[in-house]
C-alpha cells in the first residue's frame, strides 16, 4: 500500500487524478495526524487554514483505513459535494470501493403514510386545485424514487407550504407501528447507513443522535471506528440546542390535526374529541398571546421578562396536553395509541421549561411571522454532557474547521464540548502568500461604532473602495438594518439618473435566495454583494470576481440579544470574565471567518478592509489582528485604492472609470 507522503506527493495517484492537484506540507500532515487518530481511536483537533486541502487530508485516510467512519458537516451543501464529488473522485483514485451512503434527517424524505392520507390537498393555504394538481403529481412521483429524498422532487422545496406535511417528524413518525414502515425511505436509509462503511451525514443528525437517541439510527454511531466532523467550529452553539428543551405550537397544531385525521380514519369520527380539543387550542392562544405581550413579532426574549401571567397559561396548556393524553389513553385504536403519547411527551417537555432555573440556561420566547410562538431551554454548559457522550463511544472524535484556535489557543473549542484534557491540538498555517496576495485595510477617521453617523461613514468608505476594485465586492455586516440602509445609500450613489441603472451590479441578501445571489456574484466581475451572518463563512469565490471584502462592525455578539445577555449574567455570577472568556474569542473566530472570504486559490489577489476603528483605539484589537492571516497592513486610504486598482480586471476597471 502506497504511503501518505507518496499518495499526497508530487507524483502521486491525486495528482494523476486532478490535473489541479497541488502537493502541499500541511495537507499530508493533517491526512498523517488523522490517520494516527483513526488508528489508535483518540481524539483531535485540527485547525486548518484555508488552502490546506481540509477535505482530502481527512477522507483519504478515511478511505484507506478500512474503518467505519462518520463524517459530519456544518451544512448540506458540503455534504452533498463530499457524497457526491470528492469521495467518488478520491476512491477510483486510490482504488478502494468503499460503500458510501449520504444519510439526512427525516425531514428530507417523503412520509408515505402521510402521502396517502385523503386530506393531503386541504392541508395548506394554496388554492384547492393547485394543491391537489401538486399533490398528485408527488404521489406520482413517490411510486417510481427509490430513495425518497425530496431532493429529487424540487416542486416541494424547502419553505413550501404543503412539505410539512408530507415529511415526518419524531414527534408523529409511528416507527414499526406505521403501516408503511417497510416501504419507509427514513428507515431504508438509516438500514442503509448501518450497513456502510462511511456515512455522510449533517451536524443536526449528528447531535440528535447524540441527544435525542432517535431510534433506528443508534445503530449507526456505536459501531463506528471513527466521527470526523468538519465545520466543528459550528459545534459548540448548535451542542447547546439540542442538550436542551423545546416546545412550539406547531406541535400543537400538528397534533390536532393528526388526531382529527386519526379519528376520522378509525371511524370516530374528525371531531370526536372536539371537547378536549378546543379547551387545549384555547389554553395554547392564551400562552401565545402572554409571549406576544412581551415581544414583536420575530423578535426574542428571555421567559423572565414575559408578563406574569405567562407561567400560569403555559401550567395550563399542560394540563390540557395532559386531559388529551388521558382521553387517547382509553382508546383501544392502535392509531390513537401514538397521539396519547405525543401528547404526554409535549406536556412532559412543557412542563420542563416551566421549571428550568436560571441555573438550567437561557429560557427564551420566540414568535414566529406567522403567530405561533416557540419556547425554548439553551443550556449554558455542556460539557459535562457531550464530554460523557464522546467517552461512552470508544472511537476516534477529530474536530477540523479553519477556524478552531484563537492565537494558537484551542481551548474556547475544547471546554464548552468537555474534550479530554489529553485531545491532540494542531494547528496548520494556510500555505497561501498573504503578505503577496493581499492588503489589509484599516481606515483612519472613522467615527465610533456606536455613533449615529457610523454607518453611512462605513458606507462612504467601502464605496470608495468598491469603485477603486471597479466591483468584485463583498460587504459584510453584522446586522439585517445596518445592511438594509447601507444598501438604499448605495443606490442612491450608484444609480444613473439618466438611464436608471446602477452603475455596479449590487446583490442585497434577503432579495434573492443565498445561493442565487452567488451564482450571479461569480457570473461577472463587477458585483457587489452585501450579506449579513450566512455570507461570513461556507462561501468559496475563486478568482477575480472576488477582490475586495469590506467588514462594518467587529462581530460582537450584541449584548442586547436575549442569549447573549443572558450568558454574560451566568458567567458574572460565576465570577468570570465574560468578555475574555466569550465575548472576544467568538469574535475572533466570526472574525476569521469573514475575513477568511478573500484569498481562497494561490492566484488570488485582493483586500480586505475591516473599518471599525477599535481594531486600532482599543487594546484588544490587537489581540484580533493576532488571529488573522499575516496580510501586510496599511492605514492609508491612497495606498489601498491603489492597491485595488491593481487587482482589478483591466477591461472592467477601465470601463468603470469611463
Sequence with gaps: MQSLREIFGAGGPLSAALPEFRSRRGQRQMAEAVAEAIDARTPLMVEAGTGIGKTFAYLVPALLSGRRCVISTGTRTLQDQLFGRDLPLLSRALGRAQRVVLLKGRSNYVCLQ???????????????????????????????????????????GEGHPLRSSF???????????????????VFAARKAAAEADIVVVNHHLLLADLALKEEGWGDILPTADAVIIDEAHQLPELAAQFFGRAFSSRQVDSLVQDLRTAAQATGLGARAFDAEERALLAALDATGEAIAASLRTGQRTLWQQAPARLDEEAARLTA??????ESLAGQQSEALQPLHERAETLAAELEGLLEATEADGARVLERGNAGGFSLRLLPFDVASRFGALMAARPCSWIFTSATLCVSGDFRHFADPLGLPAETRALELPSPFDYETQGLLYLPQGLPDPTQPDYGDAFVDCAADLVEASGGGAFLLFTSHRALERAAQRLRSRWIDLDSGELRFNLLVQGESP????????RATNDAVLLGTASFWEGVDVKGQALRLVAIDRLPFASPEDPLTRARIDQMRRAQRNPFAEFQLPDAAIALKQGVGRLIRGEDDLGLVAICDPRMTTRRYGRDLLKSLPPFRTTRSA???????????????????SG
Design 114 to 156: 402521510r402521502l396517502g392520507r385523503q386530506d393531503a390537498a386541504q392541508r395548506t393555504e394554496l388554492p384547492l386545485g393547485s394543491a391537489a394538481a401538486l399533490v398528485a403529481k408527488l404521489r406520482q412521483w413517490s411510486s417510481t424514487t427509490r430513495s425518497g429524498d425530496l431532493a429529487e422532487f424540487p416542486e416541494l
Design 167 to 185: 415529511v415526518s417528524t419524531r414527534d408523529n413518525c409511528g416507527g414499526q407501528r406505521c403501516a408503511e414502515f417497510s416501504r419507509c425511505h
Design 320 to 325: 390540557q396536553l395532559r386531559a388529551l393524553g
Design 514 to 521: 443565498r445561493e442565487r445571489l452567488l451564482q450571479a456574484f
Design 638 to 656: 491612497d495606498d489601498a485604492r491603489a492597491w485595488l486598482a491593481a487587482v482589478a480586471p483591466r477591461p472592467r476597471a477601465a470601463a468603470a
